[in-house]
């Protein structure tokens, strides 16, 4: 009985130690930069984040790279709110407007694709961040929107 036990335990640190490993691949293989043709602009949920359709699949949020818009899911003030409104508004009015491109560039730390979307060859976070509806954001600590828009707390 004790060497069933012990081969049976064998087997369970071999299959967790292969999908450790398979995960990892499929994980990092994201990391790569893909110039994905097959998706599209599925919703805009924000000024920075869209769902993508892909061949068919299910929508999947993915955040665009490169800028930070102010937040209208949980705004830290109304004036916050009313920003992040308008670079929902102007991101979806882009997405309508030409050929849409997308590259992924890996997973975000929510593990959602990260995108570099461009509309007729324009990086949309250039046009966002040109138009004062975004700031340049390439990771660390986001801008607090409430201070920068001289929201009274």
């Not at 450790?20 to 691949?25: E, G, P, Q, S, T």
């Not at 043709?37 to 061949?55: F, K, L, N, P, R």
């Amino acid at each position: 009985m004790r060497a069933v036990l012990q081969l049976i335990a064998k087997a369970l640190v071999v299959t967790a130690l292969s999908v450790a490993v398979w995960m990892y691949i499929v994980r990092n293989s994201d990391r790569k930069v893909q110039i994905v043709s097959e998706c599209q602009v599925g919703y805009v949920y924000d000024g920075d984040t869209i769902a993508m359709t892909c061949s068919g699949r299910p929508d999947m949020t993915a955040r665009l790279m490169g800028f930070d818009t102010a937040e209208t899911k949980n705004p830290g003030c109304a004036e916050e709110l009313a920003h992040g409104a308008l670079a929902t508004d102007r991101l979806r009015q882009l997405v309508k407007r030409g050929a849409v491109s997308i590259t992924r560039h890996g997973r975000d730390k929510y593990n959602r694709p990260l995108i570099r979307l461009d509309i007729d060859g324009q990086d949309v976070a250039d046009t966002m961040i040109r138009e004062g509806l975004a700031v340049a954001y390439h990771g660390g600590k986001r801008v607090n929107w409430c201070e920068r828009l001289g929201a009274v707390r």
